[in-house]
């Protein structure tokens, strides 16, 4: 009796500290997570993280204090109920999961989820589990502010339909209803593409004295605050397969 007590004790003292070094190497690449990389880069890490933290830690990480890790996560549930394997048609992620993350992000982010992108959620589709895909919401939202621009650097870029977008110098300008705000274009960074080119969507909205702003192309977003002329970036993710 003494021994097998002796050796389930070992057990759990090895699994302890073999979990414990993997929150170790979690959390050393969760430092590498730079909102002010380009999308490509931080989801590769994202990738490496999941790798350590496997099916077991991935729920441990929805209650991080990084708003980025957490909400990543959260879509990584997501992924881990699609199937591995390719399938005959595209299928529906579990339903359940997809209501239970609108919600997740509802409460995390302290803020309502457009229409359109609820409804882009709860349709996407899956071939396998590193296949995940958006379809295009039935009326589009946008118009396009800016086309072929290379002295921007720009291929395409988007805002809401009633939103007013303008350019000049390093900067551009905001504007909804009788709202304006100044940023640094820098911001357009977080939707570039490797090759250099800026594509994606922006969409601002202000509340109270604060300005949201939010920075997209496809499967990636990207949310900043600005209060009082200063800018943070509250969380990036990228929404995706595997």
């Known amino acids: 009796m003494l021994v097998t007590t002796a050796v389930a004790m070992s057990i759990v003292g090895v699994n302890y500290w073999q979990t414990y070094r993997r929150w170790q190497d979690i959390n050393a690449r969760i430092k590498l ?4 990389k380009p999308n490509f880069e931080n989801a590769q890490i994202y990738r490496d993280i999941f790798a350590v933290a496997g099916n077991d830690l991935v729920f441990r990480l929805l209650k991080h204090q990084n708003d980025s890790v957490a909400l990543q996560s959260a879509w990584r549930t997501i992924v881990l109920a699609v199937p591995l394997d390719r399938q005959n048609k595209p299928i529906l992620p579990d339903s359940e999961k997809l209501v239970w993350f609108l919600g997740f992000v509802k409460d995390r982010c302290n803020s309502a989820i ?7 959620v709860l ?5 396998h589990r590193h296949n995940i895909f958006f379809t295009e919401p039935a009326e589009c939202p946008y118009k396009t502010i800016c086309c072929g621009d290379q002295m921007l650097g720009m291929v395409e870029l988007k805002c809401p339909k009633d939103d007013s977008v303008t350019f000049f110098g ?3 300008s905001y504007i909804r209803g009788n709202d304006q705000v100044f940023l640094n274009r820098d911001i357009l960074t977080k939707i570039r593409f490797v090759g250099g080119e800026i594509s994606g969507v922006i969409t601002g909205s202000f509340v109270e004295n604060e300005f949201f702003l939010s920075v997209h192309r496809g499967i990636y977003v990207h949310a900043f605050d600005q209060l009082d002329g200063s800018t943070l970036l509250k969380f990036s993710t990228a929404f995706g397969g595997d």
């Open 123 to 127: 349709e996407c589709r899956a071939s």
């Open 114 to 120: 457009p229409g359109w992108w609820h409804e882009a």
């Open 33 to 36: 997570v730079e909102l002010d």
């Open 170 to 172: 390093d900067k551009f």
